[in-house]
DNA sequence: GCGACAG
DNA sequence: ATCTTGTCGC
């Protein structure tokens, strides 16, 4: 008997950014890229400067001591404001800045922190449970799909999931679940910030599969959402983005093969006319069967439950808001 | 100039 | 993903 697997999908890692940036001292300055190879992974880079730009206590946690790579000390508020304010509160601390760099940046930058390699940690992971996924159809009376999708306003998730019977694509069955999201968008690591919202959505019904708004084996690490989710749930998934992540697609057929090291691991859905889906296993499902699938789905020019539950989670994100 | 990466 | 005026096209 298959049990759920445990992962690591409850990381607060805006909590463990902003921690980082309070390590910096007075008088120093540490960079985006610093602060998150301390974490575990450099390309966070980004995610570390959206994360401080919208630092909700300023001066407890010091993000005008983090600036760019070069010297620059960029903006303060994260809309392209208060370039001066943060050049002045450096200054304040013993700094020198000259042209909007920061003098001696090699001998005022810090780069002690104290911080759990996290990303390292959740990177190994995702090679660890990709052994785990199942690249066959694992399911039996195959009747409906489910399709799962998820809005923000602000720091609030607002998932969605639209079952649908595959016989007549009738609408069976949908639900609402929002909560706080604690980790930021980063590429290759979108599981570990939707997944702790989609597990509520899911309950394994028998012959269902679900459709997930993402890569599957189509992934650096061969374990992108629709896997994390189908395997953490073990539940039959399939993977379909609206973008590649990595992989090279043969040609731009309406059914292009997408292979990844020699490998064919997915498949371009691309209709006459309309945007290009790429398919790839979830778990328990072969690839032949996720992309036939999806096919059948294509109705409106992208998988039919996926956008039902787009429209589903904005609204439902807009009523939240109240509007 | 090169590379640039799901949602 | 989200921020967003006017503009283009079915």
């Given at each position: 008997m298959c049990a759920l697997v445990a992962c690591n999908d409850d990381v607060d890692l805006n909590r463990m950014i902003l921690e980082a940036a309070t390590q910096i001292p007075d008088g120093m300055v540490s960079t985006y890229g610093d602060i998150a190879k301390a974490l575990g992974d450099v390309r966070a880079s980004r995610a570390v400067g959206t994360v401080l730009a919208k630092n909700p206590r300023p001066f407890v946690v010091p993000c005008h001591r983090v600036v760019y790579g070069d010297g620059r000390t960029g903006w303060y508020d994260g809309q392209g404001n208060g370039a001066d304010r943060k050049m002045d509160l450096l200054r304040s601390e013993g700094l020198k800045i000259v042209d909007g760099r920061v003098e001696d940046f090699d001998r005022v930058r810090f780069n002690a922190f104290e911080t759990p390699s996290i990303l390292k940690d959740l990177a190994e992971e995702q090679e660890r449970l990709r052994a785990l996924v199942v690249e066959k159809d694992d399911f039996s009376n195959l009747e409906f799909v489910a399709g799962l999708d998820v809005a923000y306003d602000g720091v609030i998730g607002y998932a969605n999931i639209i079952k649908m019977r595959l016989r007549d694509l009738k609408v069976v069955e949908e639900l609402d679940f929002s909560?706080?999201?604690?980790?930021?968008?980063?590429?290759?690591?979108?599981?570990?910030?939707?997944?702790?919202?989609?597990?509520?959505?899911i309950h394994g019904d028998e012959g269902t599969v679900y459709l997930i708004d993402g890569q599957g084996r189509l992934h650096p690490r061969g374990f992108g959402?629709?896997?994390?989710?189908?395997?953490?749930?073990?539940v039959p998934t399939i993977g379909a983005a609206k973008s590649l992540l990595i992989g090279d697609v043969e040609g731009?057929?309406?059914?292009?093969?997408?292979?990844?090291?020699?490998?064919?691991i997915g498949y371009q859905l691309h209709p006459e006319g309309r945007t290009r889906t790429y398919v790839s296993v979830g778990n328990r499902i072969s690839l032949e069967t996720a992309t036939s699938i999806c096919d059948g789905l294509m109705i409106n020019g992208v998988p039919e439950p996926l956008r039902l539950a787009h429209i589903r989670c904005e609204e439902f994100a807009k009523k939240a808001r109240g509007g």
């Open positions: 909560a706080e999201v604690k980790f930021p968008y980063i590429p290759s690591y979108l599981g570990y910030r939707e997944l702790p919202l989609l597990r509520h959505l959402i629709a896997c994390q989710v189908g395997v953490c749930l073990n731009d057929g309406h059914r292009a093969p997408i292979h990844l090291s020699g490998q064919l």
